[in-house]
């Protein structure tokens, strides 16, 4: 999708609302062509210069994707920093693939483990190379993907015939079993047991002389794998903003660990009480903050979010703020706490501010201010009167991620029928906008005016 911004006359302060346009589609499959569930995409992450796309599926791949618009128009940052119009869209295109992980088994616990890649983070690039993390429910993988180049010999000394003498009969009786290869020498079998050399040794030495163009390929080498360090499935991975560590999440602890050392993890968070009947909360997403290394969120299934302060205490069991809004008692009901759930969390590019997605809404919080969100956003509303046929059909438990655009001004999130909703979210915006995630975006758009609280 592409979004460009009209003249807009609601609100002279807010920004323009944005048109969205069709612009690339990946892997379009042909009509009546079934679906399988090893291609379904189940994890996409930008990198931070948006020049890289990453995707996961279900059948434990990982494709990549490079912008290619960028480079016919130079680079993106001089662009923006000289104002420069760029007419196109972006363009992608498929760089390459890679098998991330594989199915396995637990034998401890008579469990088998899905080969779905469950996260995938882009980490800092090195030396015109590219890294990133991917998980699954249990291990989680770093990757280096690199160009590599490959010689081809064009041009040799010597043909074939000559390399062993001008007897080939004796070459013959004297050598045993030889394969060709590709660059066209032959390869002798000098370990068989009737082989002798040649009386005064061979007269010449095939030897390339002659090496055609190089090509590239990008292969991708697993650099490490973070393997036994979660009882549960792992909900959330993030980098540190010190580009040495990393976190990952599962439902009841959080780890730390550097990204050289691959068999040792430090446990930050732990909420597993001594006695489960006793658990009442889990943990449902976690990321660091943007640019303060010491400073990580996490939010739970009661709907509230805490920040921590690793420069506090090894194991964070006390939060410095806690972020959750109260409903009023006389509006609670048996579904409350079970939509209240947050099942993605994320922090915005200035760091001041957190976007949390529950089942009904989205709240944009500020960390300076912990006792309620600055603004709520009705995702799916209609859908409160049929809460207990969700329920019926486990649809409640369903989760939907969230993210921030890259200025802070609109926030986004996925909901039903291939719909995601768009919303301005700075003071004074009423944009609000449904769109298809299809060729015609526009189809089921509605200018809604969703009902916000501005606190």
């Not at 920004?15 to 612009?23: N, Q, T």
């Not at 489960?276 to 939010?299: G, K, Q, W």
């Not at 301005?424 to 975006?441: F, W």
């Amino acid at each position: 999708m592409n979004g460009k911004g009209p003249e807009d006359a609601r609100d002279p302060a807010a920004p323009p609302a944005l048109e969205w346009k069709f612009a690339q589609v990946f892997g379009e499959r042909t009509a009546g062509e079934e679906v399988q569930e090893v291609d379904i995409i189940s994890a996409i992450e930008f990198d931070k210069s948006g020049d890289h796309l990453a995707t996961g599926d279900r059948g434990g791949r990982v494709v990549l994707f490079e912008r290619t618009d960028v480079r016919a128009h130079g680079c993106r940052r001089d662009l923006e920093r000289l104002d420069y119009p760029v007419s196109r869209h972006p363009e992608f295109r498929y760089q390459t693939e890679f098998q991330s992980h594989e199915p396995e088994f637990d034998y401890l616990k008579s469990l088998e483990i899905e080969e779905k890649i469950n996260k995938i983070r882009w980490c800092q690039t090195a030396n015109s190379a590219l890294f990133l993390l991917s998980t699954n429910d249990k291990t989680i993988k770093f990757w280096k993907v690199q160009e590599k180049k490959v010689k081809r010999i064009s041009e040799m000394n010597l043909d074939p015939s000559q390399a062993g003498g001008n007897d080939s009969s004796a070459s013959s009786s004297t050598a045993g079993p030889r394969a060709c290869l590709p660059n066209g020498g032959c390869s002798y079998n000098y370990m068989c047991n009737d082989f002798s050399f040649p009386p005064g040794g061979f007269p010449s030495l095939r030897l390339p002389v002659v090496v055609a163009g190089q090509e590239t390929s990008l292969v991708a080498k697993c650099r490490r794998i973070y393997a036994h360090a979660h009882d549960y499935h792992i909900n959330s991975i993030s980098n540190n903003s010190d580009g040495e560590t990393f976190i990952s999440a599962d439902d009841l602890r959080i780890n730390l660990w550097n990204l050289e050392i691959s068999n040792q993890s430090f446990n930050i968070v732990d909420v597993k009480p001594a006695n489960m009947e006793d658990l009442t909360e889990v943990i449902t997403s976690a990321e660091f903050h943007p640019t303060h290394c010491n400073t990580l969120a996490y939010s739970s299934s009661k709907g509230s979010i805490r920040l921590l302060d690793l420069r506090q205490s090894a194991l964070c069991d006390n939060h410095s703020q806690l972020f959750e809004e109260h409903e009023a008692s006389s509006s609670r009901s048996f579904f409350t706490e079970i939509i209240a759930s947050i099942s993605d969390i994320k922090f915005g590019k200035d760091g001041r501010h957190i976007l949390s997605r529950d089942y009904m809404t989205l709240k944009l919080w500020d960390i300076n201010m912990d006792s309620r969100p600055v603004a709520t956003f009705q995702v799916h509303e209609y859908l409160r009167p049929k809460l207990c046929d969700l329920y019926e059909n486990d649809s409640i438990f369903d989760k939907f991620e969230c993210c921030l655009s890259g200025d802070g001004l609109r926030v986004a999130t996925g909901s039903y029928s291939n719909l995601f909703r768009v919303f301005g979210c700075v003071a004074g915006s009423t944009e609000a906008m449904t769109l298809e995630a299809s060729k015609n975006p526009m189809r089921h758009q509605k200018m809604l005016w969703w009902r916000r609280s501005y606190k």
